[in-house]
């Protein structure tokens, strides 16, 4: 509990950062980008892809921005009734347009849960996080997992993946923004997802071994 403490004040803190500087950096960047596509028009093929890799660098730092602003505890976050189950069925597509490499298998598994006040962007984007990284888990194929059950007084997500796992030293890094060990990581992902749970009054746990690997979401009934 301790630790989960520290945790979320790091992201507090954090989030205010983000939201204080991230429309500043985002309208430089936004003209810096303009004039790069107008230039690429001019150039002769081989510019053309240099041009083409300084536009791409640039929107790869518009969505860190973007994650980054996500995480900030000051986004107006709108809570609505809403069945978790609607909202997995509703991002579906997504999740399917993901799995397109189809080494991949996708299985949903959703019981009978009562509905909690939720804000639906959020919880999409937190899905989307942990089916993404169960996907990148998954190098050499496996099956994706997508849970919904109801227990005591909550309702849980899990989403589960046949990846190599997470190693013991890695567990307490989770959710530190920028840890990733991925060439093109952001190591935001679970920072936001943290970030999502804690606005909900949710938890994260983490099961992990060498077969696998599954995140679970805890929802609060009395809300
Ligand atoms: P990113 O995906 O950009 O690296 P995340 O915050 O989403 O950032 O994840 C941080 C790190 O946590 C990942 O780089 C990876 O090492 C580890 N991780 C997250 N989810 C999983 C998973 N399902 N299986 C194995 N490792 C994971
Ligand atoms: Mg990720």
Same mark, same amino acid.
């Given at each position: 509990a301790e630790e989960e403490i520290i945790r979320l004040d790091r992201l507090n803190l954090i989030g205010e950062m983000a939201a204080s500087i991230s429309h500043e950096v985002r309208n430089p960047m936004t003209t810096v980008k303009g004039f790069l596509q107008l230039l690429r028009n001019k150039q002769e093929s081989k510019g053309k892809e240099y041009f083409d890799l300084m536009i791409e660098e640039l929107d790869r730092a518009n969505s860190i921005l973007s994650e980054f602003l996500s995480i900030s505890k000051n986004k107006a976050t709108m809570y609505e009734w809403y069945n978790i189950n609607d909202i997995v069925t509703s991002t579906l597509p997504l999740i399917q347009a993901d799995a397109h490499n189809n080494d991949k298998l996708l299985t949903v598994e959703l019981n009978n849960v009562p509905d909690l006040q939720l804000d639906i962007q959020e919880i999409r984007q937190l899905l989307l996080n942990l089916v993404r990284n169960g996907f990148e888990a998954m190098s050499n194929g496996g099956q994706l997992k997508i849970r919904t059950f109801s227990s005591n007084s909550e309702v849980t997500l899990g989403v589960s993946d046949e990846g190599n796992g997470i190693e013991q030293y890695m567990l307490e890094k989770l %959710? #530190?923004?920028?840890? /990733? /060990?991925?060439?093109? %990581? #952001? %190591?935001?992902g679970l920072a936001v997802c943290y970030g999502i749970a804690s606005r909900h009054n949710g938890r994260i746990s983490v099961e992990t071994s060498p077969e696998g690997t599954t995140f679970y979401v805890y929802f609060e009934l009395s809300k």
């Amino acid at each position: 509990a301790e630790e989960e403490i520290i945790r979320l004040d790091r992201l507090n803190l954090i989030g205010e950062m983000a939201a204080s500087i991230s429309h500043e950096v985002r309208n430089p960047m936004t003209t810096v980008k303009g004039f790069l596509q107008l230039l690429r028009n001019k150039q002769e093929s081989k510019g053309k892809e240099y041009f083409d890799l300084m536009i791409e660098e640039l929107d790869r730092a518009n969505s860190i921005l973007s994650e980054f602003l996500s995480i900030s505890k000051n986004k107006a976050t709108m809570y609505e009734w809403y069945n978790i189950n609607d909202i997995v069925t509703s991002t579906l597509p997504l999740i399917q347009a993901d799995a397109h490499n189809n080494d991949k298998l996708l299985t949903v598994e959703l019981n009978n849960v009562p509905d909690l006040q939720l804000d639906i962007q959020e919880i999409r984007q937190l899905l989307l996080n942990l089916v993404r990284n169960g996907f990148e888990a998954m190098s050499n194929g496996g099956q994706l997992k997508i849970r919904t059950f109801s227990s005591n007084s909550e309702v849980t997500l899990g989403v589960s993946d046949e990846g190599n796992g997470i190693e013991q030293y890695m567990l307490e890094k989770l %959710g #530190t923004p920028f840890f /990733t /060990t991925k060439e093109q %990581g #952001t %190591g935001l992902g679970l920072a936001v997802c943290y970030g999502i749970a804690s606005r909900h009054n949710g938890r994260i746990s983490v099961e992990t071994s060498p077969e696998g690997t599954t995140f679970y979401v805890y929802f609060e009934l009395s809300k």
